[in-house]
């Protein structure tokens, strides 16, 4: 077994592409495996590929969230299938169905106890808009009212299909945040107050 010997890199060196390509390129040589690559990228792609849902089935579009858990549709083949009844162990809350006013302070607190980053998902006619609910007094005219929505399903209800398509684009927003040497887009920016003399 090769001894290897690792270097110092000046700092101006790190924005050379060519100087760190070398680099690994010698020590590959001396028998080290080298994988290059972005943190981010690793970690979003196992966060993007292990999202538990936290289930809010309130009416029909529910019955069609079952669907998709089952054999035929199968939703564990995008790393869905954990379904969670607790709001701390959940990435996300599926907002299935009629949202009422008298539930709208539940589904906050569930929100609100969930862990940072969470996601929110509104699925079907009434989650998005009300639905044929609309114009009752005692309907939300959609979820974002309370909770801001990452993705929207539409439909009443939507098919199984939908379902998965939804999911599928809440995984490829979750790609590609920052989780490193950024801003996560659930953290906001302190607002610097300006001082004129």
């Known amino acids: 077994m090769k001894k290897v010997k690792i270097k110092s890199i000046p700092y101006g060196d790190f924005k050379d592409n060519e ?99 969470k996601y929110v998902i509104a699925v079907g006619g009434c989650a998005v808009s009300g639905g044929p609910f609309k114009n009752s007094y005692h309907v939300l005219n959609g979820v974002e009212e309370i909770l801001p929505v990452d993705v929207y399903i539409p439909g009443c209800p939507p098919r199984p299909e939908a379902l998965l398509y939804g999911m599928m684009q809440l995984q490829r927003k979750v790609k590609v945040e920052k989780f490193f040497g950024g801003v996560n887009r659930q953290e906001q920016k302190p607002i610097e107050e300006k001082t004129e003399f």
């Open 19 to 117: 100087t760190l390509e070398k680099i690994v390129e010698e020590l590959r040589a001396n028998g080290t495996n080298v994988v290059t690559g972005v943190l981010d990228d690793a970690i979003n792609w196992g966060r993007s590929n292990s999202l538990w849902p936290l289930t809010f089935a309130t009416s029909c579009c529910g019955i069609e969230y079952m669907a998709v858990g089952a054999a035929r549709y199968d939703m564990a083949r995008f790393g869905f299938e954990v379904t969670r009844a607790s709001p701390r162990q959940a990435d996300f809350i599926m907002v299935a169905g009629t949202i009422v006013h008298k539930m709208a302070p539940v589904l906050k607190r569930l929100y609100d106890q969930m862990a940072d980053p």
